[in-house]
């Protein structure tokens, strides 16, 4: 009633999500990569090995996980991990830069 009621010319903003069997929202494909990204940048920081990686490669200027953190961060160019949830092209640099360490790659 209150929708018939207002006057001509009103705005309405309305979402729709996909939900679940149990009604509950189901993330997309790309906002489920987008998590994983960040919690791989998490983990990844905290590894005793990636931080000396990230100090051997000029990444980071010393093996620890708050460097580390920095390190990643300026690589993907973002003031915060969390912007690899919605950011295509930092999470892209996170990536490369996630697939170097794992190829033990010394360059970047």
């Known amino acids: 009633m209150d ?35 960040v919690q791989s940048a998490a983990m990844l920081c905290r590894n005793p090995k990636f931080q000396q990686w990230m100090v051997r490669v000029g990444l980071a200027v010393f093996a620890s996980e708050e460097a580390c953190t920095d ?28 697939e170097r360490f794992e190829n033990n790659f010394l360059d970047i």
Do not use: W
């Open 3 to 37: 929708l018939l009621a207002q006057p001509v010319g009103c705005r309405y903003q309305i979402a729709m999500v996909l939900l679940d069997d149990h009604d509950q929202p189901v993330k997309g494909r790309d906002m489920e990569e987008g998590d994983r990204a």
């Open 71 to 98: 390190g990643v961060r300026a690589f993907c160019k973002v003031e915060s991990r969390a912007e690899l949830k919605t950011n295509h092209e930092a999470r892209a640099n996170f990536i490369a830069l996630r």
